[in-house]
């Protein structure tokens, strides 16, 4: 008698795994890369939005792949566009400064 099982099991095993691993996490990070994307290739000039660093401000300037967004009355920081990680609701920024 043969105990050994079949030898397709550990190709079984090992498929799984790997569908198990691209629907836990290659396919949400890929879905999170191409919102990021999208949302940067939509960004405008008066978006308000909050950098990874946590600055909040209104989109002032767009060049190339640099912002320029400003966060108080004639400051204004320049930022990478891979910087901004979210666009706020519009009148965010001035509920928050009341």
Request: net charge positive.
């Amino acid at each position: 008698m043969d105990t050994t099982g079949s030898a397709f099991t550990p190709l079984i095993f090992l498929f799984s795994f790997m569908v198990l691993l691209y629907f836990m996490s290659i396919r949400p990070q890929q879905k999170r890369a191409r919102e990021l994307q999208s949302m940067m290739d939509n960004l405008e000039k008066g978006d308000e939005v909050i950098a990874a660093s946590g600055i909040l401000g209104k989109v002032k300037e767009i060049k190339g792949d640099y912002v320029a967004i400003e966060v108080s009355e004639n400051i204004t920081f320049k930022l990478q566009k891979n910087a901004i990680s979210n666009t706020l609701p519009k009148g965010t920024i001035s509920s928050i400064n009341k």
